[in-house]
């Protein structure tokens, strides 16, 4: 029996959003990536290296007689990193009866995007790692392509079992979790696993057997515009709160192969759920993304008592698939609706598949044609209440739901059927027309969020939307690539605009990141005299061919470049990128003012970075945009 949870952390785990996320580092080691690795005499071309609860013989990591503390993070696990650009390596953890219980093992802006770091049980399911009253039991932040296997997460960790964190340009990403369990995390509020902001997440062959301090906690909580995680061939057994959960904007999610199980009354949450908690006035601020497969499944509920979940007058429902948002409506004006009249709800419940999509498509965005759920397999004994819902409630935002129904509707038979999974694109708002936000999938790295204007005209199809960087602050934003772009080269386009200005040198960039860790990327760039170049280092080198571009005027210093007496001249670029040579390259073209598919500039064979230089087999990793005391608007990217 556990200890009631003070309504204070209550309160702060349902609030627990994006925002809240950086505040985990406090209560964390650092990891400092510039520690004296000399400590070790490790040749970089190491493929193996070995740690264990307490360091063995010399400490060195060189061997298993000579292994490592798994909690060196001045010196080890450094070293590994230096490894690492030689080739994958792979650390083994030794087996251990006592454990590995010190405390919370941090990697943070470690990985290679080429070369795949393993962490290792020497035997599967023989190493136990805790981190008792800790927040974490292992941290990824900011690291990438990296490999855990076989490992035991129990004990009495706070907040998650494994969490996975994009830091600052660092994402959290290329991740496999296979031969794991995850038991008895009887205090975790959060979750087993908890991707947030991460990238091709794969957990596979995984189990979840009774966890979770309250219906906080998510066996799988994936959130903050996550993409491509996929759970499969997994047992998830007993979760206090929805066992796989898909929260704000996460998408491209995929379960398959997994069998759910409640045998208590205490454990019947949704199985899998797609949610929002929109607490923050006035309108929502978090949304729901549309692409999910969820297949091959069985879900099993053995009990029909009621639950005992805590949650008051909101219950909990025995359902397979749960989409949900609690709070605020969708701002005014852009389409949205995630709240349903009675009308609404009678369609919703008794309605054909089409009646039902007429709905869920424009207002949330839930279209089945992206949503694919079949061939799984549900509770014999009836006790699955519902295959499929959905829910608008208001929860504790003080939402006046007047006039809305609120009860759970069932939509069971809207979920598209036919095989296939959609894969997410390189930009999944590359336009900037995402309702809720234009700036959905984007992160602004410095200085202040763009702002938005009118989009380009005349583009086809047509652009209504488009962002301006402010020259009042010098800002960095951008977006993460996602999934598998190896095919070469590589290629982005976009259009751009650089508008009033002041001050000398580079005016506006656009940066394309092979290693964000390291900072290494391409850089195109356009000074102060118009001129389109690169940059080599922190040297701008203009290119004749690239000719030169005429800036936009704000004649009136209203934020936009559309009214009487203004000039908007935008320009198509694009990038090409050859990672397959041992000379790693990339071309520049542009085109004439406001027209479009048209590259009438071009510059080859460039072989300047900034940072080191792609190894091969790189591919693109972040493309972002800056500003330097000028206007720069960007539209369409593709």
């Known amino acids: 029996m556990h200890t009631p949870i003070p309504a204070s952390r209550s309160d ?3 609030r627990h959003t994006a925002a809240l996320r950086p505040s985990l580092h406090r209560y964390l080691p650092r990891f400092f990536c510039v520690a004296a690795c000399a400590v070790f005499a490790l040749s970089v071309a190491r ?87 800790l927040a974490n039991i292992l941290f990824l932040k900011g690291t990438q392509n990296v490999v855990i296997r076989g490992f035991n997460f129990e004990g009495t960790a706070t907040d998650n079992g494994l969490m ?29 696993i908890s991707p947030a902001t991460a990238f091709d997440v794969l957990i596979d062959n995984c189990t979840f057997y009774y966890n979770g301090i309250d219906p906080h906690f998510h066996c799988v909580y994936t959130e903050n515009s996550s993409q491509n995680v996929t759970i499969q061939n997994c047992t998830l057994t007993n979760s206090k709160g929805e066992y796989v959960r898909f929260r704000n904007d996460s998408d491209y999610g995929m379960v398959n192969n997994c069998h759910f199980l409640s045998t208590s009354d205490t454990y019947n949450a949704p199985f899998i759920s797609v949610v929002l908690y929109n607490t923050i006035a006035p309108a929502a601020n978090e949304f729901f993304s549309g692409n999910f497969v969820f297949t091959n499944n069985t879900f099993k509920y053995t009990t029909t008592g009621v639950p005992n979940d805590g949650y008051g007058a909101e219950g909990h429902y025995r359902y397979a698939h749960y989409f949900y948002n609690s709070g605020f409506e969708t701002p005014a004006g852009d389409a949205l ?78 979920p598209g059927t036919a095989t296939g999974f959609v894969t997410a694109p390189m930009f999944t708002n590359g336009t900037f ?59 982005i386009h976009w259009l751009m605009a650089v508008g009033n200005r002041s001050g000398t040198g580079v005016k506006a960039k656009a940066l394309v990141y092979h290693n964000e860790n390291t900072g290494a990327r391409l850089e195109v760039a356009i000074n102060d005299l118009g001129q389109v170049g690169y940059m080599n280092g922190a040297t701008f080198v203009p290119v004749a061919a690239l000719g030169t571009i005429a800036f936009s005027n704000d004649a009136n210093a209203d934020g936009d470049y559309i009214d009487a007496g203004d000039t908007l001249n935008w320009y198509q670029f694009r990038v090409v990128i050859d990672y397959s040579t041992g000379t790693p390259h990339f071309d520049i073209a542009r085109g004439n003012a406001n027209t479009q598919s048209s590259y009438v500039y071009s510059a080859s064979g460039i072989t300047s970075w900034v940072g080191a230089v792609p190894v091969v087999g790189s591919k693109i990793g972040l493309l972002s945009f800056a500003n330097f005391t000028a206007d720069l608007l960007v539209d369409e990217v593709w």
């Not at 292994?67 to 080739?87: C, E, H, K, M, R």
């Not at 953890?93 to 795949?116: C, D, I, K, Q, W």
């Not at 204007?453 to 301006?468: D, I, Y």
């Open 47 to 133: 493929a193996d290296y070995y740690v264990a609860p307490t360091a063995l013989g010399t400490g060195a990591g060189t061997s298993a007689a000579n292994a490592a503390d798994y909690l060196n993070t001045t010196a080890f696990w450094p070293a590994v990193q230096t490894a690492l650009a030689s080739g994958p390596q792979t650390v083994w953890f030794a087996n251990s009866t006592t454990g590995y219980t010190r405390g919370t093992l941090e990697l943070a802006y470690m990985g290679h995007p080429v070369n795949t770091l393993t962490l290792r049980a020497t035997t599967d399911n023989s190493v136990t790692l805790k981190a008792d009253g």
């Open 337 to 414: 609706q995630y709240y349903i009249t009675a009308a609404d709800a009678t369609t919703l419940n008794t309605g054909t598949a089409a009646q039902k999509n007429a709905i869920l498509k424009p207002r949330m965005e839930l279209d089945n044609a992206r949503i694919k759920i079949y061939g799984n397999s549900y509770d014999p004994n009836g006790y699955v209440a519902t295959q499929t819902a959905y829910r608008c409630y208001p929860g504790s935002s003080g939402f006046n739901a007047s006039g809305y129904s609120t009860a759970p509707v069932n939509i069971s038979n809207w």
């Open 164 to 192: 996975l964190w994009s830091r600052g340009k660092s994402p959290c990403r290329k991740i496999t979790v296979m031969n794991c369990i995850f038991q008895h995390l009887t205090a975790c509020g959060f979750g087993a």
């Open 433 to 491: 027309e995402a309702l809720g936000s234009r700036l959905r999938k984007w992160v602004t790295f410095s200085g202040n969020a763009p702002v938005g204007v009118v989009g380009f005209a005349p583009v086809t199809p047509a652009s209504l939307k488009a962002v301006r960087l402010a020259r009042t602050s010098n800002t960095e934003f951008g977006h993460w690539i996602v999934g598998s772009y190896t095919a070469t080269p590589q290629t």
């Open 12 to 14: 702060r785990l349902e």
